[in-house]
């Protein structure tokens, strides 16, 4: 089964950007979604289709998605920006998530 | 505005039945799949299965293959997630999220039906 890897960890200060990673074998020729959870809420899709941004969504965050790496970067970092970040694939008809990263701001 | 709309918090004991619930609204509810997603506590996402409701096709993960149950009545634009005997491990939040077709984005979840498993 396919397999998507994060770090477990990413630390940035205020202001500062934030680099998550999701890898894949050949991600590059799939669609990426990423999504942010925020302490005891449910998950919200900030980025989707590897580069898109949802309506109300900041233009601070972006992602990418190219040979065996998708990446989510957050510029200009917050406070707010804190939560758990998942990366997301579909794959032989199969949802398969990250097992997503931490976003802790310094 | 699209919302979807879940079931309360549930205390059950091990070997009971359970189904929880998932309500649409705000959009066409056999225009997008739903989903299921699994978190055990302080544990990641788990894609769980989908359906679609508009024919209540579904596809379930492997790991969740004979052990749950998703079916959707669209007639009141509600989907469910059914066991017939819960264990102890099934303790968890679980999700219920909107998409459309393979390949899409899961855009709009529901607020989260807490589970507990307990003797």
């Known amino acids: 089964s396919y397999v998507l890897t994060q770090p477990p960890s990413v630390s940035v200060a205020p202001g500062k950007t934030a680099r998550i990673t999701c890898g894949g074998k050949?991600?590059?020729?799939?669609?990426v979604h990423w999504y942010q959870q925020k302490a005891g809420q449910a998950p919200v899709l900030v980025i989707y289709?590897?580069?898109d941004r949802p309506s109300g969504i900041p233009e601070r965050v972006s992602g990418s998605n190219s040979g065996n790496t998708a990446t989510l970067t957050i510029s200009r970092v917050e406070a707010g920006d804190e939560a758990d970040y998942y990366c997301?694939?579909?794959?032989?008809?199969?949802?398969?998530f990250g097992g997503g990263t931490k976003l802790t701001v310094l | 505005e699209v919302q979807l709309v879940q079931s309360g918090a549930e205390v059950k004991k091990p070997g009971e039945s359970l189904r929880i619930s998932c309500k649409g609204s705000?959009?066409?509810?056999?225009?997008?799949?739903i989903s299921w997603v699994r978190q055990m506590p302080g544990k990641g996402l788990e894609w769980m299965g989908r359906?679609?409701?508009?024919?209540?096709?579904?596809n379930y993960s492997p790991s969740f293959q004979g052990h749950v149950t998703i079916s959707a009545d669209k007639s009141i634009s509600t989907a469910y997630l059914q066991w017939s005997s819960l264990k102890a491990s099934d303790t968890a939040m679980y999700y219920c999220?909107?998409?459309?077709?393979?390949?899409?984005?899961?855009?709009?979840w529901g607020q989260g039906t807490l589970v507990t498993v307990s003797s």
């Open positions: 050949n991600i590059g020729s799939k669609s």
């Open positions: 997301q694939v579909w794959d032989t008809s199969s949802v398969v």
């Open positions: 289709y590897d580069s």
């Open positions: 999220a909107r998409h459309g077709n393979e390949g899409g984005d899961f855009d709009s």
């Open positions: 359906i679609d409701p508009s024919d209540s096709y579904t």
């Open positions: 705000g959009y066409s509810f056999t225009s997008y799949w």
